[in-house]
């Protein structure tokens, strides 16, 4: 089954002369505990791609299906349910509030959802146990490694049981060993757990440990292929 797929999907910014076609129309499917890692040198198209899949910007034309649902049909306000409900976001910048500690940090979406604080705080250690993180969860941001923030953002994104992790550059702020234990990390969610990851990356070993590996020029999808696919010319492309 497909968890996420888009269909002729186009993205144009600015208008007449200044016009610029992102995306050209993309045709892509996401199977159900599937790691996805989407590769392209800079202008690609990359983040608009993985802005569409999120919800957080809508299709010149085309269309998103995150569970068969075209997140262009919704308003505002439901396409920030859907978010909050079904879609789990990892960023490069890790994005925790500084004033709250980890366990707090991940509790959050499941309060705004209206949890109750003693369950959302139940979920949120349970969480953080899964990405071995449980002595370091009364730690604000600011006393945590780089790696450590990371765990925290994936323990985050993953308390609310979403459909689908969305991973913009996970590890661009690591150094490679912690990046490399980060992606690890990512790679047993989905075998252990079924989860399923769409990453963007510009590092081919990142893309390595993926279950396909797309590869974007210019608006479109130039290669669908396995991991082992990526060349040495392609993966410098990337960067």
């Given at each position: 089954?497909?968890?996420l797929?888009?269909?002729?999907?186009?993205?144009?910014?600015?208008?007449?002369?200044?016009?610029?076609e992102?995306?050209?129309?993309?045709?892509?499917?996401?199977?159900?505990?599937?790691?996805?890692?989407?590769m392209?040198?800079?202008?690609?198209?990359k983040s608009t791609?993985?802005?569409?899949?999120?919800?957080m910007?809508?299709p010149?034309?085309?269309?998103v299906?995150?569970?068969?649902?075209?997140?262009?049909?919704?308003?505002?306000?439901?396409?920030?349910?859907?978010?909050?409900?079904r879609?789990?976001?990892?960023?490069?910048?890790?994005?925790?509030?500084?004033?709250?500690t980890a366990?707090?940090?991940?509790a959050?979406?499941?309060?705004?959802?209206?949890?109750?604080a003693?369950?959302?705080?139940?979920r949120?250690?349970?969480?953080?146990n899964?990405?071995?993180?449980?002595?370091?969860?009364?730690?604000?941001?600011?006393a945590l490694?780089?790696?450590?923030?990371q765990?925290?953002?994936v323990a985050?994104?993953?308390v609310?049981?979403?459909?689908?992790?969305?991973?913009?550059?996970?590890?661009?702020?690591?150094?490679?060993?912690?990046?490399?234990?980060?992606?690890a990390?990512?790679?047993?969610?989905?075998?252990?757990r079924?989860?399923t990851?769409v990453?963007?990356?510009?590092?081919?070993e990142?893309?390595?440990?993926?279950d396909?590996?797309v590869?974007l020029r210019?608006?479109l999808?130039?290669?669908?292929?396995?991991?082992?696919?990526?060349?040495?010319?392609?993966?410098?492309?990337?960067?």
């Amino acid at each position: 089954m497909y968890v996420l797929e888009t269909r002729k999907l186009k993205k144009a910014f600015g208008e007449g002369h200044a016009r610029v076609e992102a995306l050209k129309g993309v045709d892509l499917a996401v199977r159900r505990g599937e790691m996805l890692a989407i590769m392209g040198r800079s202008g690609s198209g990359k983040s608009t791609l993985l802005s569409m899949l999120g919800g957080m910007d809508l299709p010149t034309d085309g269309q998103v299906l995150l569970e068969g649902q075209d997140l262009a049909t919704l308003n505002d306000d439901q396409r920030t349910l859907m978010r909050r409900e079904r879609i789990g976001f990892i960023f490069q910048q890790f994005n925790l509030l500084p004033i709250l500690t980890a366990e707090e940090n991940v509790a959050l979406p499941l309060e705004l959802g209206g949890l109750s604080a003693d369950e959302a705080r139940r979920r949120a250690a349970a969480m953080l146990n899964l990405v071995e993180m449980s002595e370091r969860r009364d730690h604000v941001p600011s006393a945590l490694s780089g790696g450590e923030q990371q765990r925290v953002a994936v323990a985050r994104a993953l308390v609310i049981e979403p459909a689908i992790l969305l991973a913009d550059e996970p590890t661009g702020n690591l150094d490679s060993a912690t990046g490399q234990r980060v992606v690890a990390m990512l790679r047993s969610l989905v075998d252990d757990r079924g989860q399923t990851i769409v990453l963007v990356t510009h590092d081919p070993e990142v893309a390595a440990q993926a279950d396909r590996v797309v590869h974007l020029r210019d608006g479109l999808i130039e290669h669908d292929d396995l991991p082992a696919a990526i060349t040495p010319t392609e993966a410098g492309d990337a960067a």
